[in-house]
């Protein structure tokens, strides 16, 4: 009788081992599967910042270019300028020729 019960033991450890395993691999693939979706929302957040990073450049730029034209309103040169253009105001000293 201990031999027969020591089969059983061992079939019972089998079918125990066979069922580890199987749970190890579903979690394996489950594992696999989800590292791959992360790959991708990485690669998808590095495209994004990349993207913004451009963003940010390009507004550095800009505000530049602002920051160069607001200086050039504040300037005498376009006050005189838009003097001359808008309201046809001229120095004293000037003589003023119109076409007919």
């Known amino acids: 009788m201990a031999k027969g019960t020591r089969r059983r033991l061992s079939r019972s450890n089998r079918r125990g081992m066979i069922a580890i395993a199987g749970i190890v691999a579903v979690l394996l693939v489950v594992l696999m599967v989800q ?20 963003l940010i450049q390009d507004e550095g730029v800009r505000a530049g270019e602002i920051e ?21 105001l001229v120095y004293d000293d000037e003589i003023l020729f119109k076409p007919e």
């Open 35 to 54: 590292s791959s979706r992360l790959t991708e929302r990485n690669n998808a957040y590095v495209s994004r910042k990349e993207e913004l990073t451009q």
């Open 68 to 88: 160069k034209l607001k200086d050039y309103v504040d300037s005498t040169e376009f006050i005189e300028k838009i003097a001359r253009e808008k309201f046809g």
